[in-house]
């Protein structure tokens, strides 16, 4: 709505509200209606909703832009807590002092918006709200238990001026607070703005035809009807704002939920990544890089087998070419994603066998082998290769690491367990220096994890080394053999 349409549609409302309070005592002179419960459900009614809106406002104003509401939260909370006395008391001075006073509260906290104060002062605002709470208890309380000790107010059906002066203080007040809310809203354009110079005018405009009404008049009866609009305006709006705020929770929080299962999503879906990735560099070490190792080995020994043993030297060679080829096809798989196939490679005690035999003619190494065939065959396709990986990874490291001359590998049934054994005569290494222990030994310990064996490496320093590694299979029944 544009600025002139509101202040045209404010005003007329002003003017007609004033023009039906002045016109009352002319239609129907002398007329009144005492209707105590009606009365007390109108104001008991107005205090409720008064006490709601504070309790909206006080969290609502948090915002920067609206820390005015503050104040106006403090207003509305004394002028609906002595609104609710007010409904609880019978006719007389008590009757009359809840009123005004709830009304020179309530236009305080609305003039007081002139006054707001820009800085963050939280904790002093709650605090506010809970003395206001407290000293507006404490008066209602007082002016209901000692009524005898309350000023005349009301002299023979007549407002006394003593009753008058704060209703007239109050309108000037509540008049103050919609002028300032209504040029907040020339700058701001807020809907809310408009609501509560609306609601501060009417109840400017109550208090100013209070001196003009007597009690249980038309006027009188008219400017409660006029307050009731108001508070139902209040508990309007109050009831649009907690819709509102409720539809935005419920979306804020599907939104956050879906967020949060992205997040999860994508969490897991980088965890796979880096653990594929971690397990694709285990088998590129254990595998490849050790496989490309032995053939080094080996091609130096064709080297100086050529001049003394041509012949055996190119058996060697050809050898070399057909291991390369599968290191070659295996490292082919892992560049395209898939994982090489282990599905036509030899039994275990053919692929141990050539794997001892290569390292053996690789270089002046004596590795010796022992396998129970009863072993071998529990292992599924998985262990298999990473018992394999874990021998050539140990292999490897007492040739090129402990500068070994002999070892053993063993693989075989022992307390319902698959259990590999691999030592050396090497140089050995201190198992409680975290140094020593390299990127294979870590691998290793990964692949126990992996499958949930016992990984343990023994070692002191020119004693050699000695791994162990085993696999549970007590649900295969196995019984250690005699």
């Given at each position: 709505m544009r600025p002139f349409s509101l202040y045209l549609v404010i005003g007329s409302g002003s003017v007609?509200?004033?023009?039906?309070?002045?016109?009352?005592?002319?239609?129907?002179?002398?007329?009144?209606?005492?209707?105590?419960?009606?009365?007390?459900?109108?104001?008991?009614?107005?205090?409720?909703?008064?006490?709601?809106?504070?309790?909206?406002?006080?969290?609502?104003?948090?915002?920067?832009?609206?820390?005015k509401f503050h104040v106006v939260a403090g207003g509305f909370l004394a002028m609906g807590l002595l609104e609710v006395f007010h409904a609880l008391s019978t006719p007389g001075n008590g009757f009359v002092l809840l009123r005004n006073m709830a009304s020179l509260f309530g236009g305080i906290g609305f003039a007081l918006v002139w006054f707001r104060s820009s800085e963050d002062k939280r904790?002093?605002?709650?605090?506010?709200?809970?003395?206001?709470?407290?000293?507006?208890?404490?008066?209602?309380?007082w002016i209901l238990?000692?009524?005898?000790?309350?000023?005349?107010?009301?002299?023979?059906?007549?407002?006394?001026?003593?009753?008058?002066?704060?209703?007239?203080?109050?309108?000037?007040?509540?008049?103050?607070?919609?002028?300032?809310?209504l040029l907040d809203y020339r700058r701001t354009?807020?809907?809310e703005d408009v609501i509560f110079s609306c609601l501060a005018l009417m109840f400017g405009l109550a208090e100013l035809m209070f001196t003009y009404s007597t009690i249980w008049d038309g006027p009188w009866w008219f400017w409660h009807g006029l307050r009731l609009m108001a508070y139902l305006l209040v508990l309007g709006y109050v009831g649009h704002g907690y819709l509102t705020t409720l539809s935005d929770l419920k979306i804020s929080l599907a939104q956050t939920k879906q967020a949060e299962e992205s997040v999860r999503?994508?969490?897991?879906?980088?965890?796979?990544?880096?653990?594929?990735?971690?397990?694709?560099?285990?088998?590129?070490?254990?595998?490849?890089?050790?496989?490309?190792?032995?053939?080094?080995?080996?091609?130096?020994?064709?080297?100086?087998?050529?001049?003394?043993?041509?012949?055996?030297?190119?058996?060697?060679?050809?050898?070399?070419?057909?291991?390369?080829?599968?290191?070659?096809?295996?490292?082919?798989?892992?560049?395209?994603?898939?994982?090489?196939?282990?599905?036509?490679?030899p039994p275990m005690e053919e692929a141990m066998t050539s794997l001892v035999r290569t390292m053996n003619h690789s270089a002046p190494f004596d590795f010796r082998m022992q396998i129970d065939q009863a072993a071998s065959t529990l292992l599924t396709p998985d262990e298999r290769t990473h018992v394999l990986y874990i021998i050539k990874e140990a292999m490897s490291n007492s040739l090129q690491h402990a500068q070994a001359k002999s070892g053993a590998v063993s693989l075989h049934v022992q307390n319902e367990v698959v259990r590999l054994e691999i030592e050396d005569n090497g140089l050995g290494f201190d198992t409680a220096n975290d140094e020593n222990h390299g990127y294979g030994l870590r691998n290793m310990a990964a692949r126990s994890r992996r499958l949930g064996a016992r990984f343990e490496v023994l070692s002191e320093r020119g004693q050699g080394t000695r791994i162990i590694f085993e696999i549970p299979k007590k649900d295969n029944h196995v019984s250690t053999p005699v």
């Open positions: 007609a509200a004033l023009f039906i309070s002045l016109t009352l005592p002319v239609l129907l002179p002398g007329w009144r209606w005492q209707h105590e419960p009606l009365h007390s459900t109108i104001e008991a009614l107005g205090g409720l909703t008064a006490i709601a809106m504070a309790i909206v406002l006080h969290h609502s104003a948090k915002e920067h832009a609206r820390k904790k002093s605002e709650s605090l506010m709200l809970w003395l206001v709470a407290g000293g507006t208890l404490g008066f209602g309380i238990g000692f009524p005898e000790q309350l000023p005349i107010l009301l002299r023979q059906g007549e407002f006394t001026p003593t009753a008058i002066a704060p209703k007239s203080l109050a309108c000037m007040l509540f008049l103050a607070g919609a002028v300032h809310f354009r807020r809907s999503q994508s969490e897991q879906q980088l965890r796979d990544v880096l653990e594929e990735r971690e397990r694709l560099a285990e088998d590129l070490h254990d595998g490849a890089i050790q496989s490309m190792f032995t053939l080094g080995l080996s091609l130096e020994r064709c080297t100086k087998l050529i001049p003394k043993n041509p012949k055996e030297a190119m058996s060697t060679i050809g050898d070399v070419i057909a291991d390369l080829k599968l290191v070659i096809r295996d490292l082919r798989s892992y560049i395209s994603g898939i994982e090489p196939e282990h599905e036509n490679d």
